[in-house]
C-alpha cells in the first residue's frame, strides 16, 4: 500500500510542477535555450558521476572484505538507477541479491554498505552545501537561515549514527542473528576511519559533477548564478534523490531543488525549469543506458531478477 502512495505523491507533484511550468511557460521559454554542445557537456558529467559512483561502492565494499570488479559495479550501478523507479525499490534489492550472488556479500552486510553510502552521502552533501552557504552566501536571511539550520541537523544526523557505538546482541533467532552481523558489520566498518574518509571525498566528486550539471543548465539559459549556489543545489538535490523519498524521488527533488534556489536569490520558476530539465536528463540516461547495462545483466544471469522479485 505504502509503494502506491509513493507513486501517487510523486504522480501530484509532477503534475503541478508540469502545470505551474505550463503557465509560466510564457516568460520560461525563452530561457530554455540549451544547445547540443551543452547537451554533450551534461551527459559526458553524467557519465563520469556513474564512474565515480561505481568506484565509491566497489571501494566500501571492500571495506567490508569484498572484492568486485570495476566495469561491473558500472553495469550494476546503471541497472540500480532504472530499477529503482519500479516499486519496492526494485534496484536495491537487485543490487542486494546480485552482491550476494555473485561476491557472497550477505543481506545483513549489504545492510551495512548501504546504510553507510546514505550516512557518507547526507554528511558529505550536508558539509558542502553548509560551507557553501556560510561563506559565500551567509545566513542573514530567513530563507538561508532555514536552509542552514537543516543542513547542520542532515550533518548531526550522519555523523552520529555513523559512529555512535551500539550494543550488540548474542545470537538467538534468525532476526537476533541478522541484527547481530549488521551491528557487527557497522562496527568494522565504522572502525576503518581511512576508508570513509575516502569515500566521503569520493561523493564529494559527485557532488560536484552533479553541480556542473545544474551549473551547464542554468548558464545555457542565461541565468547567472554563483558557481557556490550549485554546490548547494546539487548537493541537495544528490541527497534527496539517493533518500528516493518517492520513486527515484520523482517530484521531490525538483522542490526541493527550486526551493534551495529562491534561497539563493533565484525565481522559483526558474529553479523549477532547470530541475525539470535535469530530470529529464536523468530518465533519458537512466532509461537508455540503465535499460542497456539491465538487459546485459539479464542475459548473463536471468535467475537474479526472479530471485530479487522474491526478496
Not at 21 to 50: A, D, N, Q
Not at 264 to 293: E, H, T
Request: aromatic residues 16%; positive net charge; hydrophobic residues 55%.
Amino acid at each position: 500500500m505504502i509503494k502506491w502512495i509513493k507513486y501517487v505523491i510523486a504522480i501530484v507533484i509532477l503534475c503541478f510542477l508540469l502545470w505551474y511550468l505550463y503557465e509560466h511557460w510564457g516568460e520560461l521559454g525563452l530561457l530554455f535555450k540549451l544547445g547540443f554542445f551543452e547537451l554533450l557537456v551534461i551527459y559526458f558529467i553524467s557519465f563520469l558521476g556513474i564512474l565515480n559512483s561505481s568506484y565509491v561502492v566497489r571501494y566500501l565494499l571492500g571495506a567490508l572484505g569484498v572484492r568486485t570488479f570495476f566495469w561491473d559495479m558500472v553495469f550494476l550501478q546503471n541497472a540500480t538507477h532504472l530499477l529503482n523507479y519500479v516499486p519496492m525499490k526494485f534496484g536495491t534489492l537487485f543490487r542486494a541479491n546480485y552482491l550476494k550472488s555473485h561476491y557472497g556479500l550477505e543481506y545483513s552486510r549489504f545492510g551495512v554498505f548501504f546504510v553507510y553510502l546514505t550516512l557518507l552521502t547526507i554528511g558529505s552533501a550536508a558539509t558542502i552545501s553548509l560551507l557553501s552557504l556560510l561563506f559565500f552566501f551567509g545566513v542573514t536571511s530567513y530563507e538561508t537561515k532555514i536552509l542552514a539550520v537543516l543542513l547542520l541537523a542532515l550533518l548531526v544526523f550522519s555523523f552520529f549514527f555513523s559512529f555512535i557505538p551500539l550494543p550488540v546482541p548474542t545470537s538467538g533467532g534468525r532476526a537476533r542473528t541478522f541484527v547481530k552481523n549488521f551491528l557487527l558489520g557497522r562496527k568494522e566498518v565504522a572502525s576503518k576511519k581511512q576508508e570513509l574518509f575516502v569515500s566521503a571525498l569520493l561523493l564529494a566528486g559527485n557532488f560536484i559533477l552533479s553541480s556542473v550539471r545544474l551549473g551547464v543548465i542554468c548558464y545555457g539559459m542565461g541565468q547567472k548564478i554563483h558557481p557556490a549556489g550549485f554546490l548547494v543545489l546539487g548537493a541537495l538535490g544528490f541527497v534527496v534523490l539517493f533518500l528516493s523519498l518517492t520513486p527515484g524521488s520523482l517530484g521531490i527533488r525538483e522542490l526541493v531543488v527550486a526551493s534551495g534556489a529562491v534561497a539563493l536569490g533565484v525565481p522559483f520558476q526558474v529553479g523549477i525549469l532547470v530541475a525539470v530539465v535535469d530530470r529529464a536528463i536523468m530518465l533519458s540516461w537512466s532509461f537508455v543506458v540503465g535499460g542497456l547495462c539491465a538487459i546485459w545483466l539479464w542475459h548473463k544471469s536471468p535467475a537474479d531478477f526472479k530471485k530479487a522479485e522474491r526478496l
